[in-house]
C-alpha cells in the first residue's frame, strides 16, 4: 500500500512519508494510521470530485485513505477498510447522489460515526449535488435507496438498515459543505 512521493503512477492510498503532515503526531506512537480517511460512492466522484480533494489533501502532505478499487468487495466491509477508518484521526464522507444506494458505503458510513463517538474521530460531510436534508431524512433520492434497500428484507436486513438510516441522520445532522454546480 505504501507509495514514495515522486512516483508518477500512484495508488489510491497514500502514504506521504513528509514529516512536516500537518494533522499528524510526529510521534511514532500516535494512535492515527491517517491523517484522512475518504469515504464516496466511486461510481458518482472516483475520477472528479474525490479524485480532486485527495489529490489537493496530498498536496497538503496530508496522509489520506482512499479505497483501492482492487480491495475485495464482497457482502462485508473489507477488514482492511474497518482498520483504516478506526486508524483515521478525520473522515470525509462525501454524499453524493448514489451513496445510499451502495451497502458497501453504508456500511463504511456505520464504522465511522461509531469512531466519532467512541474514539473521538472528527466527521466532515460533504453534500455533493444532494441536499442535506435528503440525506438527513432519507427522501428524495436517499428515500428511494431506502426503498430499493427494505424490498424483501429479512428480519436481520432490516436491522442494518435501520442502523445505516441512524447513522444518515447523525451525519447528516452534522456541520458540512454543501456544494451544488461546482
Known sequence: MASTSNSS???FSSST???KRPFSSSSSNSKWTY???LSFR??????SFTAHLYWALDRGNIKTFRDNEELPRGEEIAPELLKA???SRISIIVFSKTYAHSKWCLDELVKIMECEKEKGQKVFPIFYHVEPSEVRNQTGIYGEAFNNHER???EKKKKKIEEWRTALRKAGNLSGFHLQDR
Do not use: L
Not at 466511486?42 to 475520477?47: L, M, S
Open 42 to 47: 466511486g461510481k458518482d466522484t472516483r475520477n
Open 17 to 19: 512519508s513528509n514529516s
Open 35 to 37: 491523517d484522512v480517511f
Open 85 to 87: 477508518i478506526e486508524g
Open 9 to 11: 503512477k500512484r495508488p
Open 152 to 154: 424483501n428484507a429479512d
